[in-house]
């Protein structure tokens, strides 16, 4: 089995930060791309960010500038970095990550956490 833990969410005002973390373990055989989405209250999911196994990453353009994403392969864990947050990044914020698991005969599957609540007040 694997596991996406996430931590590190919280209550911040306008213009703070929070460094989100996310840990997986279980039985994992590697690990492709790694990212973070938000789901805000009446609201799909939305993809925030994303890095891949050698490092490339991607943002939403909402959060260009402000949120930085890096991970540990060593850890098999992503970290975000929130600045300059403001209310409108009031969510739930899931890790998810591509996983090729021991358990799987080396078929990759989507992992998700639990989801951690970021609200950020005015």
């Known amino acids: 089995q694997v596991q996406l833990v996430e931590s590190g969410g919280g209550l911040v005002q306008a213009g703070g930060s929070l460094r989100l973390s996310c840990a997986a373990s279980?039985?994992?055989?590697?690990?492709?791309?790694m990212g973070w989405y938000r789901q805000a209250p009446g609201k799909q999911r939305e993809l925030v960010t994303t890095?891949?196994?050698?490092?490339?990453?991607k943002y939403a353009d909402s959060v260009k500038g402000r949120f930085t994403i890096s991970r540990d392969n060593a850890k098999n864990t992503v970290y975000l970095q929130m600045n300059s947050l403001n209310s409108e990044d009031t969510a739930v914020y899931y890790c998810?990550?591509?996983?090729?698991?021991?358990?799987?005969?080396?078929?990759?599957?989507?992992?998700w956490g639990q989801g951690t609540q970021v609200t950020v007040s005015s």
């Open positions: 998810n990550a591509y996983i090729y698991s021991t358990d799987t005969y080396g078929r990759g599957a989507d992992y």
């Open positions: 279980g039985s994992i055989f590697s690990i492709d791309a």
């Open positions: 890095i891949a196994s050698g490092g490339r990453t």
